[in-house]
């Protein structure tokens, strides 16, 4: 009962703060205010997840921090990305140096370029901006976390009060549903990369909200809604495009690839659900995160709000498609 009553007060603050579209004449409301942390430069789908949320005017970005290791490789992507889409006024966190060094598959677009030339601010302890903003902040902050969980889990433990004051929206884990579509559950990477982060981070007071394979692992584009996004001529839709080839490049994938279909776009669903749940079907399930890395059922475990299935998975792919493209 309690964690009822504190999720339908912490919906009450967001409706009140963030309610729906304004009538015509009426002066623009307040956006929801957005920290990312991404293992972005690893897998291509951080990249357009990232492109979501700065094409989606629902969502305030302050900051955005790489995790899982690489730092600097994350931290040169992100500054690049955001100067390229003309959003230096978003921060750059340098997340934790953990096991993971050097650099990945989209290596080759960052090639050249300095972090210390990035015009906006570059915080090197990631970590304690993320603290910072949190604390700071007058209003809830929504943490997207499309990545495994380090950093947040030296935040928590850093200063456990964040969790009060914030939401998490995270793609983790798999419920009924693995990879492809397959009916096995699979222990999911961002949660078995570091199973006891994610531990940590997914039993704090915070109210959570994940993409499990379940709906995230069916999404890509294709057809026409792919078309628009590689034809488009705006700078987010660009860049994305640019990294997809260069990141198929580094695998050594056929680059005609990219002419006819994305990968799958697991990390765009967070970012979707930050701000709305219209096409997914929502449950509060109770889940746990194993030592092996497995999110399983449990009736006794934290709470989360799980989007378990679509309910319409062609019109999230259109919106999808149609964000990315457009020119603004």
């Not at 903003?133 to 200063?159: F, K, Y």
Request: hydrophobic fraction near 45%; aromatic fraction near 8%; charged fraction near 25%.
């Amino acid at each position: 009962m309690k964690r009822i009553t504190i999720f339908t007060a912490f919906l009450t603050a967001l409706i009140i703060l963030h309610p729906g579209p304004t009538a015509a004449g009426e002066p623009p409301r307040a956006r929801i205010p957005v920290i990312l942390d991404t293992d972005i430069g690893d897998d291509i789908d951080d990249t357009w997840a990232l492109g979501l949320l700065l094409k989606s005017p629902e969502l305030d970005l302050k900051l955005v921090v790489g995790d899982q290791g690489k730092a600097q490789y994350r931290a040169r992507l992100l500054a690049k990305f955001l100067e390229r889409a003309g959003r230096t006024d978003v921060p750059v966190g340098i997340g934790l140096e953990i096991n993971a060094k050097g650099e990945g598959a989209q290596a080759e677009w960052i090639k050249g370029y300095d972090l210390k030339s990035y015009p906006g601010k570059v915080h090197p302890d990631g970590v304690r901006a993320m603290i910072d903003l949190i604390m700071q902040s007058s209003e809830p902050v929504t943490v997207i976390a499309i990545g495994p969980l380090p950093n947040l889990a030296v935040a928590l433990e850093r200063e456990p009060k964040i969790a009060a004051k914030a939401r998490l929206v995270g793609m983790h884990g798999s419920v009924r549903v693995g990879y492809d579509g397959s009916s096995n559950v699979a222990a999911e990477y961002n949660v078995k990369e570091d199973a006891k982060a994610c531990q940590k981070v997914l039993s704090a007071v915070w109210d959570i909200t994940i993409t499990p394979l379940d709906t995230c692992g069916l999404v890509s584009l294709k057809g026409e809604a792919y078309r628009q996004v590689r034809d488009a001529q705006n700078p987010v839709a660009v860049a994305i495009m640019e990294n997809y080839r260069a990141w198929l490049a580094a695998q050594r994938s056929n680059l005609n690839i990219a002419q006819t279909h994305s990968s799958t776009l697991f990390d765009t669903v967070a970012v979707y659900l930050a701000f709305s749940q219209r096409w997914l079907k929502m449950e509060d399930l109770g889940i746990r995160v194993d030592n092996a890395g497995f999110t399983r059922l449990d009736p006794g475990a934290k709470v989360m709000h799980t989007a378990t299935r679509w309910l319409d998975q062609s019109a999230y792919e259109k919106f999808l498609a149609n964000r990315l493209a457009e020119f603004r």
